[in-house]
């Protein structure tokens, strides 16, 4: 029934995934089905996130989901970029998405960011299904628009199945080897102990409908009482990105995950040294597709209502951090929820030594997963923080005690120029990647290299 969908929040998934395996195709693909199924108007683009709500699913999944059987208003999809560590997307000490969509090219199988992702899946508990993307460049298959992938695989030649079998396999292998049972989603019985691997193809459509079927039996299944929240209550969300806006200074883009947030609320944002307490001037949505070329990228709205994406204007906001908390201030004195926002960094803090190389990181969340991925290879932190290398970074490195140890690891982030000057002068080896375990590995070959 849908008496008491009112109280249900969307639940929010997060499409994760190695680069180019796909992410934003299939997004794209969803909302494009929809918007083939005359439901644009339904589908809502958000800030960093699309809203499909269950009527739209349900169509779009066909006979596969029957809506009578649901009673939560739909699905909060969030798109990832393959270089963007999914840690970003925690929430009061755990992850924010509800659900995760880990997609992975079916030629192309298992690559170090889908192994990250995996990685912070289990780490999260986080429930998740695999799209298994890409179907359609096996050689000689026969495309069948938008069908269900089940029907679609059945017609295949024989040689082109055995192609998408040995892919699938691989895929379930990799799974298997982190510690997931996983098989073919329609073979599966239970999603709760077995994970589901959905063949689809971003560019005709088949399997999505099997897709957003199996997402909508999870939410529902396993999630129901957790999406049980107060929607009229004070807004509470993660900052998911910082961004200068032209005409609006430094903005945040953030994800709210429960209650309401207002234009004219007073909230209180994590910050790299303090917690900020500062007004909303306004909160902003992307302006719908055909309006896109006005002036205006942005429309204005009065009020935000849990689970959404919406980018925040407000003064104070350039030290605010990725990762960080944001909370409405509404039925309580400020000092409150500044101590709340407080007590949550605290949780974040990375522990440090007195010796130790430094740590630089894009999010709050990434930089947690760093400091974890270090802590397992036993290599102390003397100092760890979100932002980019700065000289100061390099002057702080250069005190550590052990030669090894006069390093600086950056995760997603940049050196900035007059940080370059210092390096130059200094004998602080800077290791800078996108993916956790390398930067751990090519540091580690320093330490041997040096230690030879
Ligand atoms: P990042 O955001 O950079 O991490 O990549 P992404 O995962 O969002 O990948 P994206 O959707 O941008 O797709 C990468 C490329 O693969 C694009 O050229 C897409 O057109 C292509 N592509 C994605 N899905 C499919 C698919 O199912 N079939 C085919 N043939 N091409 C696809
Ligand atoms: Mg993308």
């Known amino acids: 029934g849908t008496e008491d969908a009112a109280t249900l929040r969307t639940p929010i998934v997060a499409v994760l995934g190695h680069v180019d395996h796909g992410k934003t195709s299939l997004l794209d693909k969803i909302r494009g089905s929809a918007v083939s199924e005359g439901e644009s108007g339904a589908i809502t683009q958000h800030i960093g996130a699309t809203a499909v709500p269950l009527e739209t699913i349900s169509s779009m999944a066909g006979e596969l989901v029957d809506p009578d059987d649901f009673d939560l208003p739909g ?173 609006f200074g430094a903005t945040i883009d953030v994800v709210v995950y429960d209650g309401v947030i207002r234009e004219g609320d007073t909230i209180v944002v994590g910050g790299m040294d303090e917690p900020i307490v500062t007004e909303i001037r306004a909160l902003l949505q992307p302006r719908p597709l055909a309006e896109i070329r006005t002036e205006n990228r942005f429309e204005r709205v009065d009020e935000i209502e849990a689970a959404a994406g919406v980018k925040i204007a407000a003064p104070e906001l350039d030290d605010a951090m990725a990762g960080a908390p944001v909370m409405v201030v509404r039925d309580r004195p400020v000092e409150a929820v500044v101590d709340d926002v407080r007590a949550e960094l605290a949780e974040l803090e990375v522990e440090t030594e007195e010796d130790g190389v430094v740590v630089k990181a894009d999010t709050l969340g990434s930089l947690e997963a760093m400091a974890d991925a270090l802590r397992e290879a036993e290599i102390p932190i003397l100092r760890a923080e979100v932002g980019d290398i700065a000289p100061r970074d390099v002057a702080v490195a250069g005190t550590a005690n052990e030669a090894t140890y006069r390093a600086i690891l950056g995760f997603n982030v940049d050196v900035l120029s007059n940080a370059e000057d210092e390096l130059e002068e200094s004998e602080v080896e800077v290791f800078v990647d996108d993916v956790i375990y390398q930067l751990v590995e090519d540091y580690e070959a320093f330490v041997e290299e040096r230690e030879r």
């Open 75 to 247: 699905l909060l999809f969030i798109d990832t970029p393959g270089h963007h560590s999914f840690s970003t997307l925690r929430a009061r000490g755990g992850a924010l998405a509800d659900i995760a969509i880990l997609v992975v090219d079916v030629n192309d199988g298992f690559q170090p960011q889908t192994e990250e992702a995996i990685d912070i899946i289990q780490r999260t508990g986080t429930p998740f299904v695999v799209a298994a993307n890409k179907v359609d460049t096996i050689p000689g298959w026969n495309p069948n628009e938008g069908a269900p992938i089940k029907a679609s695989y059945d017609a295949q030649s024989e040689r082109v199945r055995s192609t998408l079998d040995e892919g699938l396999y691989d895929i379930i292998g990799d799974l298997s080897s982190a510690g997931f049972s996983a098989d073919l989603y329609w073979r599966v019985q239970e999603f709760q102990r077995n994970i589901g691997v959905v063949p689809v193809s971003a560019m005709t459509g088949e399997g999505v409908s099997d897709l957003l079927a199996v997402l909508m039996g999870l939410s529902q299944r396993y999630m129901r009482e957790e999406m049980e929240v107060d929607v009229s209550g004070s807004g509470v969300g993660t900052v998911l990105e910082v961004k200068e806006e032209r005409g």
